[in-house]
């Protein structure tokens, strides 16, 4: 299909639409300040042209602003050039007007957004990145820096390649670069209301709840050799819950709250949940641990939603038992599915955040699977890892920056 032309400059257009009608391509450069931009309209405003296209990025300080016009008479053309330049002078910028027909290339399709995390971010790592982009046969149509802290986030927008494709090139690459890199496809979707569920051990929280109890029976050491062997998929998990829940046996119920006490937090984690829930998305944990804390913690952060197992009590002592369906790897993404359905969320809309082998269908099932810290085998198979100690980087992989994070921070009581 032929793209209809841009009417003559001063007439009612769709303006957006690519053309083979003269345009002009005026580039401001300089120290920024207020007024610029209006400044520059207003010059423009007098030969009656029409904005196709803008774009305005200020860097330490430093305006780049770019606009694509349609061109005026070629009468006028030159007089155009002339006051732009003069305008330009006047404030101490720099102006350059390109001549050319109709609008920007159009976008390729497969278009994706490639997130980089680095901590920190080095000039050689983005290099290999974008070469990397490019033997994919994509193209960088944009670069957006996402947070500077804790982490240095930068968002790639690409067209020209498939995301299943460019994903796994980059995957390897960042392997290789000890970066952290995302790709996710673009569209309305992920703008979308979304669920996060997450895994609790060693992800929301920095501890083993199995260890942590252990250690109030005396048997952490054995507690935890089970633990690290079930984590890297050399056991079966229930086998290996059932195992370390049986050295529980006698110990005292009381010991719940001191547990409860003394869970950490994984840094970030409060920023993440926060954050999630200002923006209007829904938040869960499923754990291969136990529901005497996660329902603590589901009190204490405010989750939409919360499963676990759970230790059998009898006459205030554990009996070394769980009680119900064990929730094991099937059992974490048939949660996953089942909190996406009561929450009216597409599994394509789901995120899944874990770092071990039995997080690994959940991660799997859900539109995006986030490997935190994990294990190699999890890092391999997941859709993406991220490897700093701070949980609310998650956020940059969804698109959110770091200034939208503070912002929510202002809408929480």
């Not at 309209?41 to 030969?47: K, M, R, S």
């Not at 994509?138 to 790639?156: C, S």
């Not at 998990?237 to 994984?266: I, M, N, P, Y």
């Not at 009680?323 to 929450?343: C, I, N, P, Q, S």
Request: hydrophobic share 45%; glycine share 8%.
């Amino acid at each position: 299909m032929t793209p209809s032309p841009l009417p003559p400059a001063g007439q009612n257009s769709d303006a957006g639409q690519s053309s083979d009608v003269p345009t002009l391509l005026v580039k401001i450069f300089g120290k920024d300040r207020p007024g610029i931009t209006a400044g520059l309209f207003d010059t423009l405003a007098a030969y009656s042209v029409d904005v196709v296209d803008i774009e305005q990025v200020v860097s330490r300080g430093r305006l780049v602003l770019c606009v694509l016009v349609t061109a005026p008479t070629v009468a006028s053309s030159g007089e155009l050039r002339a006051t732009v330049h003069s305008w330009a002078e006047s404030l101490k910028l720099e102006a350059e007007i390109i001549s050319g027909i109709g609008d920007n290339r159009p976008r390729g399709s497969g278009r994706s957004h490639v997130t980089v995390l680095g901590h920190p971010l080095t000039a050689e790592s983005t290099a290999a990145i974008a070469a990397s982009i490019t033997a994919t046969g994509g193209n960088i149509d944009r670069i957006f820096r996402l947070a500077k802290y804790p982490v240095t986030a930068v968002e790639f927008a690409v067209s020209g390649v498939a995301t299943s494709e460019l994903r796994t090139a980059l995957a390897t690459e960042a392997a290789a670069l000890g970066v952290d890199v995302a790709v996710v496809s673009a569209g309305l979707h992920r703008r979308a209301q979304r669920l996060v569920v997450m895994d609790v051990d060693s992800t929301l929280i920095q501890d083993e709840v199995i260890e942590l109890f252990a250690a109030h029976a005396g048997c952490e050491d054995e507690v935890a050799e089970v633990t690290a062997a079930a984590m890297r998929g050399e056991l079966d998990f229930e086998q290996s819950l059932h195992a370390r829940v049986a050295l529980l046996r006698g110990l005292d119920a009381s010991v719940v709250d001191k547990v409860r006490a003394e869970v950490r937090l994984t840094p970030g984690a409060r920023t993440l949940i926060r954050t999630l829930k200002a923006l209007g998305y829904q938040v869960g944990v499923v754990s291969g641990g136990f529901t005497q804390v996660t329902d603590d913690l589901k009190d204490r952060l405010g989750l939409d939603f919360a499963s676990a197992n759970t230790l059998e009590i009898e006459d205030g002592k554990f009996t070394g038992r769980v009680t119900g369906d064990v929730v094991d790897r099937a059992g974490k993404a048939r949660l996953l599915r089942e909190f996406a359905a009561e929450a009216g969320v597409p599994l394509a809309q789901t995120v899944a955040i874990g770092d071990g082998a039995n997080d690994l269908d959940m991660l799997n099932a859900a539109g995006l699977g986030v490997a935190f810290n994990a294990k190699p085998v999890v890092r391999e198979a997941a859709h993406t890892a991220v490897n700093v100690p701070f949980l609310d980087t998650v956020l940059y992989l969804l698109g959110i920056t770091r200034e939208e994070v503070e912002a929510a921070d202002g809408l929480v009581d």
